[in-house]
């Protein structure tokens, strides 16, 4: 079925990014894969093509307000490519909506420049060694010292923690004993700033590209001119922005499923099993053809939910719906995709056991598949 979601000006987009990602990422990213990380120039050259401003203020040299559609081309693309930009889907669509909703004029004078030259690069500091699914649980503390905040805590699992300059970090400022969501309080930490370092990159099962990091923080001085937003605020922050992560997480998992779909077909056509094409047995049309069918449903949701997304009413419970649905779509994908190339697609060197390895962490990260199946169960009455 065809997606009716572009019009010219993506497909003109489409063309731009298709030709970069052809021209500067597919021929060096071997190279990638094994340094485990994107160079950063690639962030500055995606900056030239303006897709770092996408949506950023046009005072700042951004494109102003911008369709969240070019991003859904972007994540396309990439997937299409066979090839993953790391942490730069969390800094555009995850990070920067929260610099863009909360950052005061002064904010965004001082920061948005830089962001869209690709100089300032961003993560989002929540999931701590001890609370992940339960961010009212979040223990990193900031007691307010005349004009500053004195930071204490630990972050684990950032992604893009080693890339960053500017650091979202959620930190407990008050308690009240009778709501636990509130007195969470979003402050921008900035690499340099003494007590802030970043720990190990994390060695992970997937996305090798994508920089996943430690961080801590010990009696960091943040003035209070970094408070994001109001004091006290941040879980419904937090709880107004997950929804568009979790539209993102929910592209990446139906992208990268279409991309194992696109290579089996390849593969499947081309070897031979008892002197005959793997694709001629019934077995492998019937698993291609209930993948297709998979695919084809998870997509038909996305693009409804990034319709309501559009025009800012994409509610809570429908992005949880949705990505539950094309996350778990995408790992039935994988599953079978691989069993088709049979040994060869265990061997790392055939993009699906990639793709596979990817896969697992869609439903966990960005809210775990149990923590949606809460939420959506909470609108049941239940
Ligand atoms: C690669 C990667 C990148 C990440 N990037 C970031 C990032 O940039 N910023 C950030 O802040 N975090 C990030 N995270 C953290 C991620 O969001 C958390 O891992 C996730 O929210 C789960 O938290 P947890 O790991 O502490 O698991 P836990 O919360 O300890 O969950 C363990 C198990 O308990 C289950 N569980 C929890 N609560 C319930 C419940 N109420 N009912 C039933 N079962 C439940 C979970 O579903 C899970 O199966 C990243 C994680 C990974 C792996």
New binding site residues.
């Given amino acids: 079925m065809r997606s009716t979601l572009f019009g010219q000006d993506h497909e003109d987009f489409r063309m731009v990014v298709r030709s970069f990602l052809e021209r500067e990422v597919v021929p060096v990213y071997d190279d990638w894969l094994e340094a485990q990380l994107v160079p950063r120039d690639t962030f500055r050259a995606l900056a030239k093509l303006g897709i770092l401003g996408l949506n950023m203020d046009e005072e700042y040299g951004g494109s102003g307000p911008a369709s969240y559609l070019y991003s859904v081309v972007l994540w396309e693309e990439t997937a299409r490519a066979l090839v993953s930009l790391g942490p730069l889907r969390?800094h555009l669509d995850v990070v920067l909506p929260y610099f863009r909703a909360y950052a005061t004029a002064e904010q965004r004078r001082r920061w948005f420049p830089g962001v869209v030259t690709g100089d300032l690069f961003t993560?989002?500091?929540?999931?701590e060694p001890g609370?992940?699914?339960?961010l009212a649980g979040i223990r990193t503390s900031a007691v307010r010292d005349g004009a500053d905040w004195i930071l204490n805590g630990a972050?684990t699992?950032?992604?893009?923690g080693v890339h960053a300059e500017l650091v979202i970090v959620v930190a407990r400022t008050s308690t009240n004993p009778d709501d636990r969501r509130d007195g969470l309080t979003l402050f921008v930490v900035e690499e340099g700033m003494p007590g802030f370092t970043k720990g190990r990159k994390l060695a992970?099962l997937g996305?090798a590209v994508?920089d996943?990091a430690e961080l801590s923080f010990s009696d960091v001085r943040v003035p209070a001119t970094n408070v994001l937003g109001e004091e006290g605020k941040a879980f419904s922050y937090l709880g107004r922005n997950l929804a568009g992560e979790r539209l993102g997480i929910a592209l990446g998992a139906i992208t990268a499923a279409q991309s194992a779909l696109d290579a089996t077909i390849v593969y499947v056509k081309e070897r031979e099993v008892f002197g005959k094409p793997l694709s001629s047995f019934q077995n492998t049309k019937f698993e291609l053809a209930a993948v297709a069918t998979d695919i084809e449903a998870g997509r038909a949701l996305f693009d409804k939910a990034v319709l309501e997304h559009e025009v800012g009413d994409l509610s809570p419970v429908d992005a949880a719906k949705t990505k539950l649905f094309c996350t778990e779509v995408q790992a039935r994908t994988m599953d079978r995709c691989l069993q088709l190339f049979g040994g060869y697609g265990y061997m790392m060197e055939y993009p699906i056991a990639r793709l596979y390895a990817d896969a697992r962490?869609t439903r966990?990260?960005?809210?775990?598949?149990?923590?949606l199946k809460?939420i959506i169960s909470r609108s049941l009455g239940l």
Avoid: R
């Fill in positions: 969390c993560a989002i500091a929540m999931t609370t992940g699914s339960d972050k699992f950032i992604t893009g992970k996305l994508q996943t962490v966990i990260y960005g809210g775990t598949s149990e923590v809460t």
